[in-house]
């Protein structure tokens, strides 16, 4: 027997969850977009994407037209409109520790459940610690009316920044966590025109759903680490690390995605979920098994240390009064995330001895103007970098990839680059006369 169509509610509308409310209401589903934030409820309600992603706030003008999807602040009014209710709100890094904040899930969790009367479905999609699922199935039935007509499942979430719309709406596999043939029969509905489109699913436990995601970010941090180790060993032997990533990419049991040399990763998602992810296996007595995690995360902060160390070389080892034109403050391109941006903590340990540094981001300078505003921005990249000493290439936007390097060295004051990213030409560089520097290249 078919399932009929359930009506679904989103927890949090943040990157994640304003993402998979959009998403889901175009796929056709009645869908309320539930905050505890009004003035992000009220963003939202008229059409606008608190966030940069491209593709997004079309749309959500195409959602809000068709009828399909609203916003509320009320955890009593999404318990009483939804079938399956999907928990989206976030998990950063405690203050004090590596482990992850739970109390925004917790807090998600509880509200709703006070409010549950019938039977539903509690889908947790943030990223948590494995054994959450175990904890939150007993907070939920305990303070929940309904008791245990409520069930929980995992489903957890692979969004890239940049390409969200595209990983929700045509995801590469679903993973379902769940304790009953129900709860999958509700996932499955709730994710039918996806399922339809061939996407393979995983049916599994909730400690397996788990720890999918933490497992999946913890080997990509460890491959994008692994490259960055071997450019530490070239630049103490010669060797070119560009030449070294290309001939390990033709290996297939190795492959070129994410063994591309450079600054490392940040973000909100891999460097705090490795250090979460040791600090829960230090708690179940198995820290020794991912022990490796701990220098993943040191071989991708010593990247940072030495993109500073590259401009102290190019500037005679003095940094004082220097003037350095950051390209780049997100921690990627097509986003404006700066959580645990490499090109921010960069720029900001430049400014700090001594450099005056300027940065220019096509989406992200506002977050970085508020979070920094000890630094200097600029609106375009020639104005940045207009009497620079050194310029650096700290996120690889296309715009900055493809700057002219005869244009921009008439205004800088010396020809000088630090390629953060590895994304630009050294030939065409060096021929328009500029002092090229990379991590990894001699």
């Not at 009506?7 to 304003?18: E, F, P, S």
């Not at 940069?52 to 509320?72: H, W």
Request: aromatic share 6%.
């Amino acid at each position: 027997m078919t399932t009929p169509s359930p009506r679904l509610t989103v927890i949090g509308t943040g990157y994640l969850g304003a993402t998979h409310a959009i998403c889901m209401a175009i796929l056709g589903f009645d869908v309320l977009g539930v905050d505890v934030d009004p003035v992000k409820i009220e963003r939202l309600r008229s059409g606008e994407v608190p966030f940069f992603e491209p593709g997004l706030p079309e749309l959500l003008a195409k959602a809000l037209d068709s009828g399909r999807l609203r916003f509320t602040t009320s955890s009593e009014e999404a318990a009483e409109f939804g079938d399956v209710h999907f928990i989206c709100v976030g998990t950063p890094q405690q203050k004090d520790s590596h482990a992850a904040d739970l109390t925004y899930v917790d807090s998600a969790v509880e509200s709703l459940a006070r409010h549950l009367r019938g039977r539903a479905l509690v889908v947790g999609k943030s990223t948590v610690p494995v054994g959450t699922a175990a904890r939150l199935t007993e907070l939920v039935q305990r303070v929940a009316p309904a008791g245990t007509d409520v069930e929980l499942a995992w489903n957890p979430e692979f969004l890239r920044e940049g390409y969200a719309v595209e990983d929700t709406l045509r995801p590469d596999r679903l993973v379902f966590g769940t304790d009953s043939e129900w709860a999958e029969q509700q996932l499955r509905a709730a994710f039918a025109p996806v399922i339809a489109q061939g996407t393979p699913v995983v049916v599994t436990d909730l400690p397996t759903a788990e720890l999918v995601k933490v497992a999946a970010n913890s080997f990509l941090a460890t491959k994008i680490s692994y490259i960055n180790a071997m450019a530490e060993v070239c630049e103490a032997t010669g060797a070119d690390v560009t030449g070294l990533a290309t001939a390990l990419a033709y290996d297939d049991r190795i492959g070129g995605r994410f063994l591309k040399p450079g600054l490392g990763f940040g973000g909100g998602c891999l460097p705090k979920d490795i250090r979460a992810f040791s600090h829960r296996a230090e708690e179940l007595g198995v820290g020794q098994a991912v022990a490796f995690l701990r220098e993943v995360d040191g071989i991708n902060q010593r990247r940072r240390a030495r993109t500073v160390d590259l401009v102290r070389e190019l500037t005679g080892g003095e940094l004082t009064g220097v003037r350095v034109t950051a390209l780049g403050a997100a921690f990627k391109p097509n986003s404006d995330d700066i959580r645990d941006a490499p090109a921010l903590d960069v720029a900001r340990t430049l400014h700090r001895s001594g450099a005056q540094v300027t940065v220019v981001d096509p989406a992200a300078t506002e977050n970085a103007r508020r979070a920094f505003p000890e630094l200097d921005y600029a609106t375009d990249a020639m104005t940045a970098a207009a009497g620079a000493d050194v310029v650096l290439l700290l996120t690889e936007w296309t715009q900055f990839r493809e700057i002219d390097p005869h244009a921009m060295g008439e205004v800088v004051g010396r020809r000088r680059i630090v390629d953060g990213r590895h994304a630009l030409d050294p030939a065409q560089w060096r021929a328009a006369g500029w002092e090229y520097r990379a991590l990894g290249r001699p």
